[in-house]
Nanobody, 129 residues
Framework: QVQLAESGGGSVQTGGSLRLACATS????????VAWFRQVPGNEREAVAR?????????SYSDSVKGRFTISQDIHKKIVYLQMSSLTPEDSGMYFC?????????????????????WGQGTQVTVSS
């Protein structure tokens, strides 16, 4: 089991930046995958970025955020960050971090929310025009 807790959401204007944090705890096993997803009411959960928690782990980004968002981690603190820049109103939503401990998200399922077993409660991001 792993517990996830997001923080860092808030309200910004278009073009602004935010850094989200996902604190992981309760798991001392092998490295695993952590992904950030976002969701607006009425829409499906959309993946934005993913990393593998081993040092030098592979990073992945969705096309919608590539070049604007950066996922990173502090291995010692067990925190995964999502640095978001050049934000637009389309980036608004509830942002969740999720963990895949079973490697179900490998290959073509890396952005499939059903491949992640553990989820945080989410943090709200609102970008105004």
């Amino acid at each position: 089991q792993v517990q996830l807790a997001e923080s860092g959401g808030g309200s910004v204007q278009t073009g602004g930046s935010l850094r989200l944090a996902c604190a992981t705890s309760g798991y001392t096993g092998q490295p695993f995958f952590v992904a950030w997803f976002r969701q607006v009411p009425g829409n499906e959960r959309e993946a934005v970025a993913r990393l593998y928690t081993a040092s030098g782990g592979v990073l992945s980004y969705s096309d919608s955020v590539k070049g604007r968002f950066t996922i990173s981690q502090d291995i010692h603190k067990k925190i995964v960050y999502l640095q978001m820049s050049s934000l637009t109103p389309e980036d608004s939503g509830m942002y969740f971090c999720a963990a895949d401990l079973t490697r179900a998200s490998q290959q073509n399922r890396r952005f499939d929310p059903t491949a992640y077993q553990h989820w945080g409660q989410g943090t709200q991001v609102t970008v105004s025009s």
